[in-house]
């Protein structure tokens, strides 16, 4: 058993995401949270459906502030997605970390494009199957998959690219 599962908290963890989740903002309030020096009031984002609420940090405020302007009352219906980034730091150390950001309304990758995309930035079709294996994946689903293989794409280049159009058919590897 993990130790998430042992002792479960009510705040997002990056243990909670296996793969990038899309949420929408449903409200941002203020609370009194039991920190280690006493209690403190933390900004939270609460979220539709079965989505743990966050305790929001000032880099994640902040690329909300860049994506849907600086009255988080503008965000109240905003999709976002969340994911792990392993490059946060606390305390001088790499920890990995919660991280949102906007969803462009987009179309997804169909296969040969995903692959045409990750050439781009060196990555082959083999190095592409196994980075999807590593994500849990079995199958290619352009709707569903396109977004982690931005995230494969961004964490080798820093480039963000949007996908070009494509088809919702799923293509086992």
Same mark, same amino acid.
Request: proline share 5%.
């Given at each position: 058993?993990?130790?998430?599962?042992?002792?479960?908290?009510?705040?997002?963890?990056?243990?909670?995401?296996?793969?990038?989740?899309?949420?929408?903002?449903?409200?941002?309030?203020?609370?009194?949270?039991?920190?280690?020096?006493?209690?403190?009031?933390? =900004?939270?984002?609460?979220?539709?459906?079965?989505? &743990? +609420?966050?305790? %929001?940090?000032?880099? !994640? @405020?902040?690329?909300?502030?860049?994506?849907?302007?600086?009255?988080?009352?503008?965000?109240?219906?905003?999709?976002?997605?969340?994911?792990?980034?392993?490059?946060?730091?606390?305390?001088?150390?790499?920890?990995?970390?919660?991280?949102?950001?906007?969803?462009?309304?987009?179309?997804?990758?169909?296969?040969?494009?995903?692959?045409?995309?990750?050439?781009?930035?060196?990555? =082959?079709?083999?190095?592409?199957?196994?980075?999807? &294996? +590593?994500?849990? %994946?079995?199958?290619? !689903? @352009?709707?569903?998959?396109?977004?982690?293989?931005?995230?494969?794409?961004?964490?080798?280049?820093?480039?963000?690219?949007?996908?070009?159009?494509?088809?919702?058919?799923?293509?086992?590897?």
């Amino acid at each position: 058993m993990k130790m998430n599962q042992m002792f479960p908290s009510n705040w997002l963890a990056k243990e909670d995401i296996t793969h990038p989740i899309r949420a929408t903002i449903k409200a941002v309030t203020q609370e009194e949270i039991k920190g280690e020096s006493g209690n403190e009031t933390k =900004n939270i984002l609460h979220f539709n459906g079965d989505v &743990k +609420q966050m305790i %929001l940090n000032r880099t !994640n @405020a902040e690329f909300l502030v860049a994506a849907f302007g600086d009255d988080s009352d503008h965000w109240l219906g905003k999709t976002v997605e969340i994911y792990v980034d392993p490059n946060v730091m606390f305390g001088g150390k790499r920890i990995g970390g919660v991280r949102v950001r906007a969803v462009q309304q987009q179309t997804a990758w169909t296969w040969p494009q995903a692959i045409a995309e990750c050439a781009k930035v060196g990555i =082959n079709e083999q190095q592409l199957k196994d980075a999807l &294996k +590593q994500a849990g %994946l079995s199958a290619y !689903n @352009a709707q569903r998959d396109t977004p982690t293989v931005q995230r494969i794409i961004d964490e080798v280049s820093g480039v963000a690219l949007g996908p070009p159009g494509g088809d919702n058919g799923e293509i086992p590897f």
